[in-house]
């Protein structure tokens, strides 16, 4: 029985930070590296002091989807599942293409969800899941819409999966980093700037971390930084009306 750990996402950001750093949380027979970029997975697999596999897939095509269940047989069990896939941007819901949003919702919640109901049977008691959730799940965020809405449904959707394999000694931890230095922001960013102040910016290595010690611990959210868990807590207490108000004039937004 061959024991893995598979990270989608992992070509850039926090997915590579987690796979740089995984033998910091365990120990696995072989790490499966999953993005579109196989030129980027290749190089990581080589850089890395244990054994990894670079499979490339796009997630929020269902033939990637097909591929990644034939990966997966009886002699496999995944001691951890890391979903790191997705992309944001930061525009008006009408400025951007159907396709450009549908595609979001694709891979930020179709192929997150797929990942985890598709692995869930190649895992055994102590096996965990970590899912990239954000601060922007739990708000309302005009201009950040789309993706703020998407990582609202990771967190429902990890904090419930978490309740339902207790029984099964499986945990789920939703991570929901605040403003991350990584480059996501080379997607998400218009030229017609939604987002002129950041609060904060954080680096990966410190998200990776907290995450890794709530995952050992068995915690269904983690977050880092006390900017961040004063926000979570300031839009638990205020009307989100007023929330984003506070946004739309901190950023300057009509």
């Known amino acids: 029985m061959k024991k893995v750990a ?31 970029r196989e030129e980027r997975l290749i190089s990581l697999a080589e850089e890395l002091p244990y054994t990894a596999r670079a499979i490339a897939l796009d997630l929020s095509k269902e033939e990637s989807l097909n591929e990644y269940r034939v990966l997966l047989n009886e002699d496999i069990e995944v001691g951890l599942l890391i979903n790191c896939s997705g992309f944001g941007k930061f525009t008006a819901v009408v400025d951007s293409s159907v396709e ?6 694709d891979l930020n919640c ?4 797929a990942l985890c109901q598709i692995t869930i049977p190649y895992m055994t008691k102590g096996s965990k899941i970590i899912n990239i959730a954000s601060v922007a799940a739990f708000q309302p965020i005009p201009y950040i819409g789309v993706y703020g809405a998407t990582k609202a449904f990771v967190l429902s959707f990890s904090r419930a999966l978490n309740r339902e394999l207790k029984s099964r000694g499986i945990s789920v931890t939703a991570v929901c980093p605040f403003w991350t230095k990584t480059e996501f922001f080379d997607r998400a960013v218009e030229e017609k700037k939604v987002v002129k102040k950041y609060i904060a910016m954080y680096k990966p290595e410190q998200i990776v971390r907290r995450a890794y010690r709530d995952a050992k611990r068995g915690k269904d ?3 880092f ?29 009509d």
Not at 23 to 28: I, K, Q, S
Not at 100 to 105: A, S
Not at 110 to 113: F, Q, T
Not at 231 to 249: E, F, G, R
Request: charge should be positive.
């Open 6 to 36: 598979i990270i989608t996402g992992a070509s850039s950001g926090i997915g590579k930070c987690f796979a740089k750093t995984l033998n910091e949380f365990g120990v696995y027979d072989e790490v499966w590296l999953i993005a579109r």
């Open 100 to 105: 450009e949003n549908t595609n979001m919702v």
């Open 110 to 113: 179709k192929a997150l969800l």
């Open 221 to 223: 959210v983690s977050k």
């Open 225 to 253: 930084g006390f900017i961040a868990r004063c926000q979570v807590l300031l839009v638990k207490l205020l009307p989100h009306k007023i929330i984003m108000d506070i946004w739309m004039k901190q950023q300057d937004l």
